[in-house]
């Protein structure tokens, strides 16, 4: 719910005849959500993943050389994941390598995934 909606509730909940919400508490729920709002959603996500959650992404570009001939080969990607559990908070490490081909695949469907997330919040705001 964003500060709109929650004022626009509120200011509806106070006009009510059946209401017991005054003036003064809605004010205060709104300042409670505007300083609070951050923490509350933080708090809410962790609480509802049920998955491992991704902390941090390295990465390294690594190019072989054929040291008798200087022959140059196709520079592979080389990603790191550093990830979570949820349940246990331990932290686990997955690597793996990329080409070219495999590497614009990712992006790809990374970019269909963000696609899809605009379209989400789009219709629904």
């Known amino acids: 719910m964003d500060l709109n909606q929650l004022e ?3 200011v509806s909940q106070t006009k009510r005849k059946d209401s017991d919400l005054t003036e003064e508490q809605s004010k ?7 300083s609070h709002r951050q923490k509350i959603h933080d708090s809410l996500v962790a609480h509802t993943r ?7 992404m390295k990465w390294r570009l690594d190019v ?6 200087e022959e140059l080969h196709a520079p592979t990607a080389i990603v790191e994941l550093q990830l979570t559990n949820k349940s246990s908070q331990a932290a686990e490490s ?10 614009a695949s990712l992006l790809q469907s990374l970019n269909d995934a963000e696609n899809a997330i605009k379209s989400f919040q789009e219709r629904n705001h």
Request: charged residues 20%; hydrophobic residues 45%; positive net charge.
């Open 8 to 10: 626009a509730f509120l």
């Open 50 to 56: 049920w998955n491992n959650s991704l902390q941090a």
């Open 64 to 69: 072989n050389v054929h040291s008798r001939h």
């Open 28 to 34: 205060i729920y709104i300042r409670f959500w505007k």
């Open 94 to 103: 997955v690597q793996f390598e990329m080409d070219e081909g495999k590497l």
